[in-house]
């Protein structure tokens, strides 16, 4: 369960809790029990698949496990004539394209989702709202073809000569011919996927703030800024951590619009200019066309990697998420 | 509680328990279904049949081209799914479809291994294409070690006197290569670094053949498409994309030095002298990838693009269709491969590849064919 479904899971519960749910009548006792046992199937279902999915993942990728063990974490050799895989390029890929993503996706949508619920008339922030939803609505194959023809050619013209003439174009991290594909292109249009989902998760969390609670920060002196900032962003912590694990789910997950834009190689590098590979996006270019056995159960592990990866990130934010929940005395 | 409101409900609830059991039975139908070859047994004429083939994405386009052309002709529905040639040599051998596709020809033991036959349906050729400033469409000239050596990024400079030897009358600038290849498993990287591997010796032990071979330089491009807009964004790349791809989007090709010492352009007599000149009897299965063939006007990037089917057939009905299907496109779908710049199989091929049928296809132990 996300923070997010965490919040109104316990909305609901104290609203059940009161008199006028009890079952009256025999006949809708019946209904409520079919119901009940209904949603608990369909629950269950849920969870049936996800075990069904790691474990078929579990399987598939044996031979790979079987044959690297752990040094598949941090073995850059990928090399299809000879059989040997490792998933450190892919690893490295995914994470560093996430955080170039979540670093410039996240400040952006929480300023523009508080511009949109504190700062503007409710009819701008109607039509602005709209706008970035019909952003979340475009499909992702779009953005990559948008950022081969379009931001490939910006960020080789512009964006990274520009970073080689700084003293930054020095660091590990950025050196390197300026090819336009790479590990920051496919970050940037990360963000730019992200973003409009993230905006509108924390838009309507920020709306949930009860005004009375922000009158009486306004009541006792306080400016929008020390609302905002005091009032509002404690208030929907748990919503917000649920937006930006939201925006990251996507992120490292996001397949085609990677694929066009990262370069595909498997070639490790520390600069984020040079192409490389994300998971999402190496499996999908190589799945079609696996040669071996060892080489498509490579390309498995590198699934369940992200599959457990995704869980693990999930469970950390709850954890997280209880401990400064005790600690702001929040309520979301 | 009104009687009549009662009901209403009790009749509500009927139906949605109805509404239930109709979707399980359904679900229960589907599952039973799933071989899906019940159906097609009963079918007495060609036009009932529907048969299905799964496998390479290079000769997509006109498969289903094909396919639409000759339902017109027969009624025969005939579906290919572009899965891509691993997925294509696995579902056939599991029987899920009626023919599989490859790119890249199967060894005569896997082929007797899995009970099936091979030849070769249609052929295309592999274009190097480049951006480089003052250089038009054909004037650079290329030749197999000097590609290899690009390729391994030995050779990194547009001014390297290995390129300036072929080119004395271009004037080449001093200026880096971007190498740009395939960044998705395909049988046109196959085809291109089988080349690379029959001329370069060094290619070979270091990179060989593979549709996702261990690239030593450059950027990948995700489809054709990625490798043009690639090079077309980058001054002084090269790659490599089918043919068709580089003629629609009016790319800047090279001649290539071909096995005879002379240069040729990439068109479709030079693709067609690859196979013709090719000796086809002597290939087990087929198993002959055009690249580096003899003949002075021949290119020397050509691959074909094989069928794979089963030696034993289960339905000689639809055993029939299918190779009647394969039959009326060697006879009367050259016009539309031409024209999708795809390259005719040679006339003396197709002889070689329907007497095979007629030795070797069989259903119940009768010949199929023809």
Redesign the interface.
């Known amino acids: 369960m996300n923070p997010l479904q965490a919040v109104a899971h316990r909305r609901v519960r104290r609203r059940d809790a009161g008199p006028a749910s009890r079952p009256a ?1 025999p ?1 809708a006792a019946g ?1 409520d029990a079919a119901f009940r046992w209904f949603t608990v199937a369909c629950a269950a279902t849920v969870v049936a698949l996800m075990g069904a999915l790691a474990s078929v993942f579990a399987l598939e990728a044996w031979p790979s496990i079987k044959e690297f063990g752990l040094s598949f974490l941090w073995s850059t050799e ?4 000879n059989d040997r895989y490792g998933g450190a390029v892919q690893l490295w890929g995914t994470a560093a394209s996430t955080v170039i993503a979540i670093v410039i996706a996240v400040p952006i949508a929480l300023l523009v989702a508080l511009l949109l619920v504190e700062l503007v008339r409710p009819a701008v922030g109607k039509v602005v709202g709209m706008a970035i939803e019909m952003l979340a609505a475009i499909p992702s194959i779009i953005y990559g073809m948008w950022g ?2 379009v931001l ?2 910006l960020m ?1 013209r512009y964006v990274q000569p520009a970073i080689q003439a700084t003293p930054l174009g020095k660091l590990p991290l950025f050196v390197g ?1 300026p ?4 590990v920051l292109t496919a970050g940037l249009i990360l963000s730019l996927m992200i973003l409009p989902f993230v905006t509108a998760v924390s838009r309507d969390v920020l709306r949930m703030v009860p005004q009375v609670v922000k009158e009486a920060g306004f009541g006792m002196g306080a400016t929008t800024w020390e609302v905002t900032r005091k009032v509002s962003l404690r208030y929907g912590l748990g919503g917000i951590v649920g937006a930006f694990f939201l925006g990251l789910g996507r992120a490292v997950g996001e397949t085609m619009a990677v ?2 834009v ?6 490790f590098s520390w600069s984020i200019t040079d ?1 490389g590979y994300t998971i999402a996006s190496n499996i ?8 071996g056995d060892l ?1 498509r159960a490579s390309l498995v592990e590198l699934g369940l990697i992200l599959f457990a990866a995704t869980i693990l990130f999930q469970l950390i934010a709850q954890l997280w998420l209880r401990r400064v929940r005790k600690r702001v005395g929040g309520r979301a | 509680m009104s009687a009549s409101r009662h009901i209403r409900r009790v009749a509500v609830r009927h139906l949605l328990a109805g509404v239930l059991l109709l979707s399980l039975t359904a679900g229960a139908a589907a599952c039973g279904d799933s071989d899906g070859r019940s159906a097609r047994d009963d079918a007495g004429r060609a036009a009932d049949v529907a048969l299905t083939g799964a496998g390479a994405s290079f000769p997509y386009p006109l498969y289903s081209k094909w396919a639409a052309d000759y339902r017109e002709v027969s009624g025969l529905k005939l579906n290919y799914q572009s899965v891509g040639s691993g997925a294509g040599i696995e579902q056939i051998k599991a029987k899920t479809v009626d023919f599989g596709a490859s790119d890249a020809p199967l060894q005569q033991a896997e082929l007797d291994e899995a009970g099936l036959l091979q030849f070769p349906l249609t052929m295309g050729g592999v274009v190097p294409v480049i951006n480089l400033e003052g250089v038009r469409d054909g004037q650079l000239r290329l030749d197999g070690d000097t590609l290899a050596a690009i390729y391994l990024g030995t050779v990194k400079k547009w001014s390297d006197p290995a390129i300036a030897a072929l080119n004395a009358d271009v004037e080449l600038p001093d200026q880096d290569i971007t190498v740009v290849h395939r960044s998705d498993g395909s049988g046109t990287t196959w085809i291109f670094t089988t080349y690379l591997s029959a001329i370069s010796a060094q290619w070979k032990s270091a990179v060989g053949a593979s549709k996702e071979p261990k690239w030593p330089v450059g950027v990948g491009g995700k489809g054709n498409e990625g490798v043009a807009a690639s090079v077309k964004q980058m001054s002084g790349a090269i790659g490599y994309v089918e043919y068709a791809y580089a003629k629609q989007s009016a790319m800047v090709t090279v001649r290539l030095r071909n096995s005879e010492g002379g240069f040729v352009a990439p068109n479709s007599e030079a693709f067609a002298a690859a196979a013709a000149n090719a000796e086809w009897e002597n290939a087990p299965g087929f198993a002959l990838v055009l690249v580096d063939q003899p003949g002075p006007d021949t290119w020397p990037i050509v691959g074909a693009s094989f069928i794979l089917i089963h030696r034993e057939q289960n339905d000689a009905t639809a055993a029939k269709a299918l190779l009647e299907f394969f039959d009326w496109c060697y006879e009367n779908g050259q016009a539309t491969a031409v024209t999708l710049d795809y390259v005719p199989i040679p006339d003396n091929v197709v002889d070689l590849v329907e007497a095979m049928w007629t030795e070797q296809v069989t259903a119940g132990g009768m010949p199929v064919w023809p």
């Open positions: 009548r006949l209904q990928w090399d299809t004539q081969l023809f490939v050619p080789q011919p090819y336009g594909i790479g694929a066009y990262i370069g595909g190689s498997h070639l192409p999908a270019n190589e799945f079609p066309e696996a040669a080489h």
